[in-house]
């Protein structure tokens, strides 16, 4: 089995709407993949609408959380997306996202860049507007070359010149959510340092102790080292290890199933869950 357990739609900051993208998972050999867009679950039903056979889709969503002033997010799987305590919370962080990309712009163009929001609301469509939209902004102005190079201290990184801060939930309650909603919690990319500050080992054992469930360890920005030393924390910890590519269509670089989660693991994960279970293709029903 291959299993990719990251991945982004339009519903947030991909550039494949949800039945692209899990077509595109189908076209690329996956037997499993998750769509976990930023705080938001709005791409589920298309995504289960076009689900084609063969292909297993595993509901979920990555929560932006923040501790001590450090950014990370949080990979929630095959919880009860109605629960009304996660779902709240889901929403404050979203209706956040329009004023702090405003917010952006406005500090851009003090710095002399010449964007406007509406050129920034036409790249995010129907998305959650986030950082990456801005970032696409600046690439088609030409200020940096890639959306990666936007994410510096110069532009868009957190504590960066254009930097805002947003509503993010801190992340024990996060966990704490996610678990009364029947759902299994997994720290994407936790020691992704070229994104910025990451939080330290004390604290990711902090989070097993209040019941995280995993760590993804086969991340595009984590070396051979890191992925190393990750798993051996999480053998220490108990903690389960994933693997997935972050796809986000042609805004990254990364392929879908470039990492994968052994089968073992996925699981796992399936057994804990008790908010949703993973939902088998039968063909779909659009286009």
Same mark, same amino acid.
Request: one cysteine or more; glycine letters at 12%.
């Given at each position: 089995?291959?299993?990719d357990?990251?991945?982004?739609?339009?519903a947030?900051?991909?550039?494949?709407?949800p039945?692209e993208l899990?077509r595109?998972?189908?076209?690329?050999?996956?037997?499993?993949?998750?769509?976990t867009?930023?705080?938001?679950t709005?791409?589920?039903a %298309?995504?289960?609408?076009?689900?084609p056979?063969?292909?297993?889709l595993?509901t979920?969503a990555e929560?932006?959380?923040?501790l001590?002033?450090?950014g990370?997010?949080?990979?929630?799987y095959?919880?009860d997306?109605? &629960?009304?305590?996660l779902?709240r919370e889901r929403e404050?962080?979203? %209706?956040?996202r329009?004023p702090?990309a405003?917010?952006?712009?406005?500090?851009?163009? +003090?710095?002399?860049?010449?964007?406007?929001w @509406?050129?920034?609301?036409?790249?995010?469509?129907d998305?959650s507007?986030?950082?990456p939209?801005v970032?696409?902004?600046?690439?088609e102005?030409g200020?940096?070359?890639?959306v990666?190079?936007a994410?510096?201290?110069?532009w868009?990184?957190d504590?960066?010149?254009?930097?805002?801060e947003k509503?993010?939930l801190d992340?024990f309650t @996060?966990?704490?959510l996610?678990k009364? @909603?029947?759902?299994?919690?997994?720290?994407?990319?936790?020691?992704a340092?070229?994104?910025g500050?990451?939080v330290?080992?004390s604290?990711?054992?902090?989070?097993?102790?209040?019941?995280l469930d995993g760590? +993804?360890v %086969?991340?595009?920005?984590h070396d051979e @080292?890191t992925?190393?030393?990750?798993?051996?924390?999480?053998?220490?910890?108990?903690?389960l290890?994933?693997?997935?590519?972050?796809?986000h269509?042609?805004r990254k670089?990364?392929?879908?199933? &470039?990492?994968?989660?052994d089968?073992?693991?996925?699981g796992?994960?399936t057994?804990?869950?008790?908010g949703?279970?993973p939902v088998?293709?039968?063909?779909?029903?659009?286009?």
């Open positions: 089995m291959r299993i357990l990251h991945t982004h739609s339009t947030s900051d991909g550039t494949d709407t039945a899990v595109s998972a189908a076209a690329a050999g996956l037997d499993v993949v998750a769509l867009d930023h705080d938001t709005r791409g589920h %298309d995504a289960l609408a076009a689900l056979e063969g292909l297993t595993v979920g929560l932006s959380c923040r001590d002033g450090v990370l997010h949080m990979l929630a095959l919880f997306a109605a &629960e009304p305590d779902l404050l962080v979203r %209706d956040d329009v702090r405003r917010a952006m712009v406005g500090k851009l163009q +003090e710095l002399g860049v010449p964007v406007e @509406a050129q920034v609301a036409r790249i995010a469509g998305g507007v986030g950082r939209h970032a696409e902004a600046l690439v102005l200020v940096v070359g890639t990666s190079d994410f510096t201290p110069d868009l990184a504590g960066g010149r254009a930097y805002v509503h993010e992340p @996060a966990i704490r996610v009364a @909603a029947g759902g299994v919690t997994v720290f994407a990319h936790p020691l340092v070229k994104r500050r990451t330290p080992e604290v990711i054992a902090e989070l097993a102790a209040h019941g760590i +993804e %086969d991340h595009m920005d @080292a992925r190393t030393r990750l798993r051996g924390l999480a053998g220490e910890l108990g903690l290890t994933t693997g997935s590519s972050d796809y269509g042609s670089t990364c392929r879908l199933g &470039e990492y994968t989660t089968p073992e693991i996925y796992e994960i057994r804990r869950a008790t949703a279970f088998p293709g039968t063909g779909g029903t659009r286009p």
